[in-house]
């Protein structure tokens, strides 16, 4: 097994090779390689480091997710930045690949078990040996690609044949903390930067590539024992497939919803934002607001056209808020995760946050001289209306939200499992209140990515309160929002913004845990153990083809980018009329 998972390694340069005969092969080497490496680190390392350190290890996993940025930082040229991080990432593959080694040793156990764990090293050597090569050859050249691969050897028969003597010595925890500093800068390459140069975001071959490496990993977990140092949490794909049947019919919906509305609804609104007063401008911009489907990124590039077109700031501010919190994919899911109660509450919460926004830093800004002129296109036919429709509500709208909504679904599994304490429910009463208001305040997180997480942190005893103000700080604020309103009005304005959200949200979380109480959600509750019924199989698995679609039309790297780069393609000219705005992390609207 140890001579098989060194040859392992030395297939990823044959495998380069072939794929580098065509642009088509190397997108799909590209997907396979971001998925594989990351899915390995995600499902394999990090569970087995959880299982060793604790809670804590999402710190250090968190902290080597930073130390790439600071390296870039550190360097003046983003080259040497670059060369920093794969130095770092090599040796977290050559550690990764100590540990693999002791499940290839003569202390790896002679069991049916231990077997299939030695396998399993041998199989997931295939893409990590690929992804050195990928890493390393095109920027450094293929002697240090190899000389990387010998260390990546040396360190599996390292493991093999001293592993378990040195591992005996060691701090089981120190261990762990060091796997997933390691882990997290790894990640961070393999997904923050390209090594081969793919045309676009790679299309269909990419996401092929993207779908085997999937394959391979659902392989290699088939070989894992429950509660093996390899093993996924347990629970994690019940508790995913529970939450994602639940959420199918609402999001499919929404979908429709979208593109009938897009069809049938008539041309901007940019002419009800003129109101006679403060108030009755912030109320046009709130109703008009609310129900667009957009996220933060995207609300970003409209702003700053509403603000150049001359809307008036209580209605452009009230709408900056009320645009990202629900939209109407984020309140059919939260019906069926969070209850009608609940949803009602976040509705109503994010109005009254959007409307006192509008109203009070609008106060701070000065309205814009210039206001332009609307010119009504004629309609178009019917059915061209239909078709436009169907391409905004199932591609463009499809293609911005569900990469938020898988990575939603799969923090909300991954997270379940883990609160079984119940610590939550043991905070002091308005701390969680608190506490979740300032931790979504930073953040970018989609509405209706972020409804499966607090449906989880709610079964696990949040209160109601404190889920609403996480639901309201996480979608409207972040770090860009703040840079674009003091690029446009001064620090002063993006000040008083983020003390208004702040002081709302807690105000308002302490309202609904007045009104609704602070006990366990027992709607989420039930939306996690429920049991899918057939006819939600089948909305899953519709749900699943238009994701499917998603993934060819962008490839791995534009569907994950919409993820991790969110803000990466806010250039270009901004559209102005809030029906037609530029969609998550885009900056032109689809029509």
Same mark, same amino acid.
């Given at each position: 097994?140890?001579?098989?998972?060194?040859?392992?390694?030395?297939?990823? *340069?044959?495998?380069?090779?072939?794929?580098?005969?065509?642009?088509?092969?190397?997108?799909?080497?590209?997907? +396979?390689?971001?998925?594989?490496?990351?899915?390995?680190?995600?499902?394999?390392?990090?569970?087995?480091?959880?299982?060793?350190?604790?809670?804590?290890?999402?710190?250090?996993?968190?902290?080597?997710?930073?130390?790439?940025?600071?390296?870039?930082?550190?360097?003046?040229?983003?080259?040497?930045?670059? /060369?920093? @991080? $794969?130095?770092?990432?090599?040796?977290?593959?050559?550690?990764?690949?100590?540990?693999?080694?002791?499940?290839?040793?003569?202390?790896?156990?002679?069991?049916?078990?231990?077997?299939?764990?030695?396998?399993?090293?041998?199989?997931?050597? $295939?893409?990590?040996?690929?992804? $050195?090569?990928?890493?390393?050859?095109?920027?450094?050249?293929?002697?240090?690609?190899?000389?990387?691969?010998?260390?990546?050897?040396?360190?599996?028969?390292?493991?093999?044949?001293?592993?378990?003597?040195?591992? @005996?010595?060691?701090?089981?925890?120190?261990?762990a903390f060091l796997q997933s500093l390691i882990a997290g800068a790894l990640l961070h390459v393999v997904l923050g930067h390209s090594m081969v140069a793919v045309s676009g975001n790679g299309g269909a071959p990419s996401a092929m590539g993207g779908l085997l490496a999937l394959g391979l990993l659902g392989l290699l977990s088939s070989f894992e024992v429950p509660g093996g140092e390899h093993a996924l949490l347990p629970g994690f794909w019940d508790t995913f497939l529970s939450l994602t049947s639940q959420s199918a019919p609402a999001l499919l919906a929404a979908s429709a919803t979208i593109m009938l509305t897009k069809?049938?609804? *008539?041309?901007?609104?940019?002419?009800? +934002?003129?109101?006679?007063?403060?108030?009755?401008?912030?109320?046009?911009?709130?109703?008009?607001?609310?129900?667009?489907?957009?996220?933060?990124?995207?609300?970003?590039?409209?702003?700053?056209?509403?603000?150049?077109?001359?809307?008036? *700031?209580?209605?452009?501010?009230? +709408?900056?808020?009320?645009?990202?919190?629900? /939209?109407?994919?984020?309140?059919?899911?939260?019906?069926?995760?969070? /209850?009608? @109660?609940?949803?009602?509450a976040r509705v109503g919460s994010a109005a009254i946050l959007a409307l006192v926004v509008g109203v009070v830093v609008g106060k701070f800004v000065q309205p814009t001289s210039k206001v332009q002129e609307e010119v009504q296109p004629p309609r178009p036919p019917l059915g061209d209306r239909i078709r436009e429709g169907f391409q905004y509500g199932f591609k463009t709208i499809v293609d911005d939200t569900a990469p938020w909504i898988l990575a939603g679904l799969l923090l909300a599994a991954a997270v379940e499992p883990v609160l079984q304490t119940g610590w939550l429910a043991n905070l002091p009463v308005g701390l969680?209140?608190?506490?979740?208001?300032?931790?979504?305040?930073?953040?970018?997180?989609?509405?209706?990515?972020?409804?499966?997480?607090?449906?989880?942190?709610?079964?696990?005893?949040?209160?109601? #309160?404190?889920?609403?103000?996480?639901?309201?700080?996480? *979608?409207?604020?972040?770090?860009?929002?703040?840079?674009?309103?003091?690029?446009?009005?001064?620090? =002063?304005?993006?000040?008083?913004?983020?003390?208004?959200?702040?002081?709302?949200?807690?105000?308002?979380?302490?309202?609904?845990?007045?009104?609704? #109480?602070?006990?366990?959600?027992?709607?989420?509750?039930?939306? $996690?153990?429920?049991?899918?019924?057939?006819?939600?199989?089948?909305?899953?698995?519709?749900?699943?083809?238009?994701?499917?679609?998603?993934?060819?039309?962008? #490839?791995?790297?534009? +569907?994950?980018? =919409?993820?991790?780069?969110?803000?990466?393609? @806010?250039?270009?000219?901004?559209?102005?009329?809030?029906?037609?705005?530029?969609?998550?992390?885009?900056? =032109?609207?689809?029509?």
């Amino acid at each position: 097994m140890l001579a098989l998972a060194i040859l392992a390694l030395a297939l990823g *340069p044959l495998l380069y090779r072939l794929a580098g005969r065509s642009s088509y092969s190397l997108a799909a080497l590209d997907g +396979f390689v971001r998925v594989a490496v990351a899915g390995l680190i995600l499902a394999h390392v990090l569970p087995w480091a959880w299982e060793l350190g604790g809670w804590h290890t999402l710190l250090w996993f968190a902290g080597g997710m930073l130390i790439p940025l600071a390296l870039h930082r550190a360097y003046e040229s983003p080259s040497h930045g670059l /060369g920093a @991080e $794969i130095g770092m990432s090599a040796f977290a593959l050559a550690l990764h690949a100590f540990f693999d080694g002791t499940a290839l040793g003569p202390h790896g156990g002679a069991d049916s078990s231990s077997k299939m764990l030695a396998l399993a090293v041998v199989l997931h050597r $295939i893409p990590v040996g690929l992804g $050195i090569w990928w890493l390393i050859r095109p920027r450094f050249g293929r002697k240090a690609a190899w000389l990387v691969l010998t260390l990546l050897a040396l360190a599996t028969a390292c493991g093999a044949f001293a592993g378990h003597e040195i591992l @005996e010595g060691a701090s089981a925890s120190w261990v762990a903390f060091l796997q997933s500093l390691i882990a997290g800068a790894l990640l961070h390459v393999v997904l923050g930067h390209s090594m081969v140069a793919v045309s676009g975001n790679g299309g269909a071959p990419s996401a092929m590539g993207g779908l085997l490496a999937l394959g391979l990993l659902g392989l290699l977990s088939s070989f894992e024992v429950p509660g093996g140092e390899h093993a996924l949490l347990p629970g994690f794909w019940d508790t995913f497939l529970s939450l994602t049947s639940q959420s199918a019919p609402a999001l499919l919906a929404a979908s429709a919803t979208i593109m009938l509305t897009k069809a049938f609804v *008539p041309g901007s609104m940019m002419r009800l +934002f003129h109101g006679r007063n403060s108030v009755d401008q912030a109320l046009r911009g709130t109703v008009a607001g609310l129900p667009v489907p957009i996220c933060s990124c995207g609300v970003v590039p409209v702003y700053r056209g509403l603000v150049e077109a001359g809307s008036p *700031p209580p209605a452009s501010l009230a +709408f900056l808020v009320a645009a990202p919190e629900v /939209g109407w994919a984020a309140i059919l899911l939260s019906i069926g995760l969070l /209850g009608s @109660e609940l949803t009602i509450a976040r509705v109503g919460s994010a109005a009254i946050l959007a409307l006192v926004v509008g109203v009070v830093v609008g106060k701070f800004v000065q309205p814009t001289s210039k206001v332009q002129e609307e010119v009504q296109p004629p309609r178009p036919p019917l059915g061209d209306r239909i078709r436009e429709g169907f391409q905004y509500g199932f591609k463009t709208i499809v293609d911005d939200t569900a990469p938020w909504i898988l990575a939603g679904l799969l923090l909300a599994a991954a997270v379940e499992p883990v609160l079984q304490t119940g610590w939550l429910a043991n905070l002091p009463v308005g701390l969680d209140i608190l506490l979740a208001t300032l931790i979504g305040l930073p953040l970018y997180v989609c509405a209706s990515g972020s409804t499966p997480l607090v449906a989880i942190l709610l079964a696990k005893g949040l209160s109601p #309160g404190a889920g609403i103000a996480f639901l309201l700080t996480g *979608p409207a604020t972040n770090l860009t929002t703040a840079g674009l309103l003091s690029s446009l009005h001064g620090k =002063k304005v993006a000040v008083i913004f983020g003390i208004t959200m702040v002081l709302m949200a807690v105000a308002v979380g302490f309202g609904v845990n007045a009104v609704l #109480g602070t006990d366990a959600n027992p709607v989420a509750a039930d939306a $996690i153990h429920r049991h899918p019924d057939t006819s939600n199989i089948v909305f899953v698995g519709l749900l699943a083809l238009v994701y499917l679609a998603s993934l060819f039309r962008q #490839g791995v790297l534009g +569907f994950i980018g =919409k993820v991790i780069r969110p803000h990466a393609e @806010e250039t270009g000219t901004m559209e102005t009329s809030p029906e037609q705005p530029a969609t998550c992390c885009s900056s =032109k609207s689809s029509s």
